[in-house]
T-cell receptor
Framework: DAKTTQPPSMDCAEGRAANLPCNHS???????VYWYRQIHSQGPQYIIH???NNETNEMASLIITEDRKSSTLILPHATLRDTAVYYC???????????FGKGTHLIIQP | SQTIHQWPATLVQPVGSPLSLECTVE??????LYWYRQAAGRGLQLLFY??????ISSEVPQNLSASRPQDRQFILSSKKLLLSDSGFYLC??????????????FGAGTRLSVL
């Protein structure tokens, strides 16, 4: 799996868009970018994934640069319940497990 | 819809005692199954995964073992717990097949304290 780099922590005001960056400069052509989040004392929750194109679902948007070396997860209208550790994971689609780094601790401020 | 169950939610066990944590998935067949551990203040670490009944892959050498006696049942065991086995144990599942992109869905976890 390709290595990812994320800032250790970020703050965002409630109601604003939260933009979480991830660098993955060694990503290979068949690897996807996945985002999960873990709210304190809960299991991780899948958010979104993408290969080349930008993706959007009911939770978030994923913007992947054209060279695929970095991406940004966007939570369009952050709420206090979005406070969590967000993990960017780059890997192929095989059945083996996920490698979690330290992620970004996103704190939504009221 | 699919549901994943883990129990118990919390467990306190003495050093040297056995362990059995169970995970079951409903609403799908032939899932890939996973056990992860999160030690206090540390990241999630993959322990075992299984792509079918009786098929177990171990990621790290440790005091634990896993079994998959039925299609949707995954069990994590130990014969003798160590203090270092304390942590938050998470079970996860994903749909089989490359089209599923191995998106994993996690249970609520078991918080194990070994004293």
């Amino acid at each position: 799996d390709a290595k990812t780099t994320q800032p250790p922590s970020m703050d965002c005001a409630e109601g604003r868009a939260a933009n979480l960056p991830c660098n993955h400069s060694t990503i290979s052509g068949n690897e996807y970018v996945y985002w999960y989040r873990q709210i304190h004392s809960q299991g991780p929750q899948y958010i979104i994934h993408g290969l080349k194109n930008n993706e959007t679902n009911e939770m978030a948007s994923l913007i992947i640069t054209e060279d695929r070396k970095s991406s940004t997860l966007i939570l369009p209208h952050a709420t206090l319940r979005d406070t969590a550790v967000y993990y960017c994971i780059v890997r192929g689609g095989g059945a083996d497990g996920l490698t979690f780094g330290k992620g970004t601790h996103l704190i939504i401020q009221p | 819809s699919q549901t994943i169950h883990q129990w118990p939610a919390t467990l306190v066990q003495p050093v040297g005692s056995p362990l059995s944590l169970e995970c079951t998935v409903e609403g799908t067949s032939n899932p890939n199954l996973y056990w992860y551990r999160q030690a206090a203040g540390r990241g999630l670490q993959l322990l075992f995964y299984s792509v079918g009944i009786g098929q177990i892959s171990s990621e790290v050498p440790q005091n634990l073992s896993a079994s998959r006696p039925q299609d949707r049942q995954f069990i994590l065991s130990s014969k003798k717990l160590l203090l270092s086995d304390s942590g938050f144990y998470l079970c996860a599942w994903s749909r089989a097949g490359l089209l599923a992109k191995n998106i994993q869905y996690f249970g609520a976890g078991t918080r194990l304290s070994v004293l």
